[in-house]
């Protein structure tokens, strides 16, 4: 969960997107009580300032859908 917490985009989109999903799975494997809002929440809270500014105004569903406009 620290890892999740501390997680941060330093480098490309897609290195960041892997990292998050490694994390975020390993940490549903402990607690599968957290939903997609929280992922979506936490998964945009670590992107850069230029990529959250273009995607936070959308109503994501899934970090699915948020890492797919992330990576546009």
């Given at each position: 969960m620290r890892q999740l917490d501390s997680l941060?985009?330093?480098g490309s989109m897609t290195d960041y997107l892997e990292r998050f999903e490694?994390?975020?799975h390993g940490f549903l494997l402990y607690?599968?009580?957290y939903d997609d809002t929280y992922f979506v929440t936490q998964f945009l809270g670590d992107l850069t300032e230029e990529i959250r500014s273009a995607i936070a105004l959308h109503r994501l569903a899934d970090v699915q859908e948020a890492s797919t406009l992330a990576l546009l």
């Open positions: 941060r985009q330093t490694e994390l975020s607690n599968v009580k």
